[in-house]
């Protein structure tokens, strides 16, 4: 089973600030990362998938790198509706799994 | 649109089973693996398995072997997800999600409370 290893667990940002959360896996996964942002009292939505790839309709202000074991999601010019929890996804291999999280608020 | 939409909250009494459903629309439903997702309250998502309409193939995440049944019924596009032997730590919100590789499209989710 992959191990997703997902920071930091929380972070207060300022309007406008840039946001970098890390997740690492226990083994290589190429590139099949995915990162979704779940608002309270809702189903996460899916933001990036395998490959670095931006989904339509999400905005520019937000990508991704890492390939192999490192992975680095970050959101640039941070703003109040980014307010959420960010997780991880490997989609390498089964069981399919999750990071802890990281719980981001906007001060 | 694609759409899933998941049945009401359940409150089951502990040693029961419950049968959670997911409807989908918008596509075909046959040919996405339908996936399902645990949340306990506060805490994050845990996979437990998915199957395949078009052919009924389905895979486990093995902690959830003889506790969750997958099925699916194509002639109403709806997928099912069967707890059986509950107790309080499936207490939970499960959520059924399309997936392409990845959750593209999820349920707004089913809150399962376990109490006597």
């Known amino acids: 089973e992959t191990t997703v290893t997902q920071s930091p667990a929380s972070l207060s940002m300022a309007v406008g600030e840039k946001v970098s959360i890390s997740c690492k896996t226990s083994?290589?996964?190429?590139?099949?990362m995915n990162w979704y942002q779940q608002k309270s009292g809702e189903a996460p939505k899916l933001l990036i998938s395998?490959?670095?790839t931006l989904r339509p309709g999400v905005p520019s202000r937000f990508s991704s790198s890492g390939y192999g074991t490192d992975f680095v999601f970050t959101i640039k010019n941070v703003l109040l509706g980014d307010e959420g929890i960010y997780y991880c996804?490997?989609?390498?291999?089964?069981?399919?799994?999750f990071g802890s999280g990281t719980k981001l608020e906007i001060k | 649109q694609v759409q899933l939409q998941q049945s009401g909250a359940e409150l089951v009494k502990p040693g029961s089973s419950v049968k959670i459903s997911c409807k989908a629309s918008?596509?075909?439903?046959?040919?996405?693996?339908m996936h399902w997702i645990k949340q306990q309250p506060g805490n994050g998502l845990e996979w437990i398995g998915w199957?395949?309409?078009?052919?009924?193939?389905?895979k486990y995440n093995q902690k959830f072997n003889g506790k969750a049944t997958l099925t699916a019924d194509k002639s109403s596009s709806t997928a099912y997800m069967q707890l059986s032997s509950l107790t309080s730590e499936d207490s939970a919100v499960y959520f059924c999600?399309?997936?392409?590789?990845?959750?593209?499209?999820w349920g707004q989710g089913v809150m399962v409370t376990v109490s006597s």
């Open positions: 999600a399309r997936s392409n590789n990845y959750f593209d499209y």
């Open positions: 918008g596509y075909t439903f046959t040919s996405y693996d």
């Open positions: 199957i395949y309409p078009g052919n009924d193939n389905t």
């Open positions: 083994t290589d996964i190429d590139d099949d």
């Open positions: 395998e490959g670095n």
């Open positions: 996804q490997q989609s390498d291999n089964v069981p399919l799994t």
